[in-house]
């Protein structure tokens, strides 16, 4: 089995990709010596402080940001364009396997849309689009827990009438075959978590759980004997956080987001199930308000990667 050669774009230039991949670069090279940085390098340069090249052959010079205006923690129509063409050059070495995974440092959706890409919400829905993938789920996770969401970026007022029954039963059964093929777990255990207080308490708070959730369950029991819920989701993430469950699925982004932070953000990734290949990235944004101040922690970052390599390796054995 040849070896793996994992591809990290630099997002969006204004943000604090550039600082945190300079930093990973500056740690032992048995870290990262399998990964391939497209970027600006003179960027990367800016965020170090003083010229710091990059080892020869870790980077690909995308060279399009424009020197004299540059600066850092600004939302700007250039700099969503420039991640995005990042993110272009990765797919490309991807389709012709010169990379074997995916990692991606933030991207503003604000700039990205600024430059033009309005028809996607981040990253997540513009891989899936370009790979062909009809659906994905977005799966967070640390050293602790791990969630797939059902819902993503919505209001929360939106999310009860957005809980759809096709949609749950393809995120419990994705995250089932991906827990098996990507973190090879044999029988995954799954905690699916109700929406809304107690569970409902039988119909007395809410209705999803007994018209939407407790049907779809039923049926999914019959082919995952692992699938347990629904239940309420501060019981779910307590039996989980024991290690009764090997993933959670949430109905709503911060019903992840917030245990995840509380459990330990430093280790937070985000992997995107249903691409034909691993894709992760940090569970954070740009950071904007601390870019170029040489103050961010690379460790979300470091933890993406780790799961790359660890997640791309069982996919080949799978």
């Not at 205006?69 to 250039?78: D, I, N, T, Y």
Request: glycine content about 10%; some cysteine; overall charge positive.
């Amino acid at each position: 089995m040849k070896p793996l050669r994992i591809g990290i774009t630099m997002g969006d230039p204004s943000g604090i990709g550039p600082e945190i991949l300079g930093k990973i670069l500056r740690l032992p090279g048995a870290q990262v010596r399998d990964c391939l940085i497209i970027g600006d390098r003179w960027v990367m340069e800016q965020a170090a402080g003083r010229r710091q090249r990059p080892v020869a052959g870790q980077f690909l010079d995308v060279s399009n940001v424009k020197r004299a205006s540059f600066r850092f923690g600004r939302v700007q129509a250039v700099y969503g364009k420039a991640s995005m063409e990042y993110l272009d050059t990765a797919l490309a070495l991807l389709a012709e396997g010169t990379i074997d995974c995916l990692v991606t440092c933030p991207i503003s959706k604000e700039a990205v849309h600024l430059a033009g890409y309005r028809h996607f919400s981040g990253h997540t829905e513009y891989l899936a689009a370009r790979s062909g993938s009809q659906d994905t789920v977005m799966m967070l996770l640390n050293d602790c827990l791990k969630f797939s969401l059902v819902t993503r970026h919505i209001p929360l007022e939106n999310v009860a009438a957005a809980l759809k029954p096709r949609d749950i039963r393809f995120v419990v059964r994705t995250t089932h075959e991906s827990l098996q093929t990507l973190f090879s777990i044999r029988r995954p255990r799954l905690g699916v978590c109700a929406v809304n207080p107690h569970a409902s308490d039988n119909g007395l708070i809410g209705d999803q759980e007994n018209r939407v959730l407790k049907p779809v369950i039923r049926g999914l029991q019959k082919r995952y004997k692992g699938v347990c819920g629904p239940e309420p989701a501060d019981s779910a993430i307590a039996k989980a956080v024991k290690g009764g469950y090997d993933a959670l699925i949430a109905m709503y982004h911060d019903q992840a987001l917030i245990p995840l932070k509380l459990t330990g953000a430093q280790s937070g990734v985000n992997i995107t199930l249903g691409l034909p290949y691993v894709r992760t990235s940090p569970l954070h944004g740009t950071a904007f308000d601390i870019a170029g101040k040489g103050v961010a922690d690379p460790s979300s970052l470091l933890a993406a990667i780790r799961r790359a390599r660890q997640c791309a390796h069982a996919l080949k054995k799978a």
